[in-house]
């Protein structure tokens, strides 16, 4: 019998599944890593970790000291119960407009929850600068900031791309994913490089977010809107400079949508939109390296937690969106 002796090293070493369905429409081998195994069930529990074993090797966080973080809900969680673990109070701050799931969990993890408006990043109210003004108002508290903390990324170059590299054996050819704070694809992108810079790394983009536009034309400029939550990024953060990005994809949501809704009928993983937009990615980029190409990419977080949105039939039709055909019944 193997015991893994606390909660903390149950985060990271996540499974990879074979897409079966996008692996055979498309000749190529696509293969997802599953974080919503995490035990906060997303991939954001990773960069959580680091950034606070950083911070206690650095002598930020002390004993009993507070976590204080901007979030779109993930890495709140996944601070929470490695704060818990440890000893730490956790103080998130999260835009109201994501989803009651997260939400409840946040609460049912003891974390204080601050809500605010959804606000550009140019406005104080914004989540993050609200975050930062926190910490720095609360004694013994450090601001995780996600955004522009490299220990986000380092999560990802140690491990994942590490991962990824041994369960493929290196036969890899491409790796794909949408950008949050950018701590998953310029981690795995610069891990993955330097085992072997051939490997294809590619940017999914949804609409409402900047990066497709710098990548491709060099200008920061968004279009459309998203209703994916944790992603669509307006700035090149700390995290994802010098992220090694060959190729990118922009992904709408109906896109993302019936890759959502085929995986759930075909595969049985339920999930949310940006592993969804993800999927879609590894699919575009199948289609441009071509057939027998192996294919990486992540399945970010459980769709347990958007129960009350991607699978509620009268929150997709008043968001103008597809309704899965199985929730008319
Ligand atoms: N998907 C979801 C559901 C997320 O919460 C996040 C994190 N914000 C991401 C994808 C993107 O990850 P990253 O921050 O590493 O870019």
């Known amino acids: 019998m193997t015991i893994v002796r606390d909660t903390i090293s149950l985060i990271g070493n996540t499974p990879l599944v074979r897409l079966n369905g996008a692996?055979?429409?498309?000749g190529c081998e696509i293969l997802a890593k599953c974080e919503f195994t995490n035990p906060g069930a997303s991939i954001k529990d990773r960069a959580a970790l680091f950034i606070v074993q950083d911070a206690e090797e650095s002598g930020a966080l002390r004993p009993g000291g507070t976590i204080v973080?901007?979030?779109?809900g993930n890495t709140g969680i996944g601070l929470a119960l490695v704060g818990n673990a440890k000893g730490y109070k956790t103080i998130i701050v999260m835009p109201e407009t994501q989803s009651r799931e997260k939400m409840d969990t946040l609460r049912a993890l003891g974390a204080e929850l601050v809500l605010v408006p959804a606000a550009p990043f140019s406005n104080p109210g914004h989540f993050v600068h609200t975050s930062r003004r926190i910490a720095e108002e609360t004694d013994g508290a450090i601001w995780?900031?996600?955004?522009?903390?490299?220990?986000?990324?380092r999560a990802h170059i140690v491990g994942t791309a590490e991962e990824i590299w041994t369960q493929t054996d290196g036969r890899i050819d491409g790796f794909v994913c949408a950008v949050g704070t950018g701590g998953t694809l310029a981690g795995v992108g610069l891990g993955l490089k330097a085992k072997n810079e051939k490997i294809v790394i590619a940017l999914a983009d949804p609409h409402g977010a900047a990066?497709?536009?710098?990548?491709?034309?060099g200008e920061l400029k968004a279009e459309g809107e998203s209703?994916?939550?944790?992603?669509?990024q307006g700035r090149i953060t700390a995290n994802l400079e010098g992220a090694p990005i060959d190729t990118q994809f922009r992904i709408s949501d109906e896109e993302g949508l019936e890759q959502v809704a085929a995986l759930l009928r075909d595969e049985g993983l339920c999930l949310g939109l940006s592993s969804g937009i993800n999927v879609a990615g590894a699919i575009r980029l199948a289609r441009e390296l071509g057939p027998g190409k192996t294919i990486v990419t992540i399945l970010c977080d459980t769709?347990?937690?958007y129960l009350s949105t991607l699978y509620n039939a009268d929150w997709l039709r008043a968001k103008g969106l597809t309704v899965l055909p199985w929730l008319e019944r």
């Open 23 to 26: 692996s055979d429409a498309t």
């Open 69 to 72: 973080e901007g979030t779109a």
């Open 303 to 305: 769709g347990f937690r």
């Open 144 to 153: 995780s900031n996600q955004f522009d903390n490299i220990s986000n990324r």
């Open 211 to 217: 990066l497709y536009n710098y990548y491709a034309h």
């Open 227 to 232: 209703v994916a939550e944790g992603i669509g």
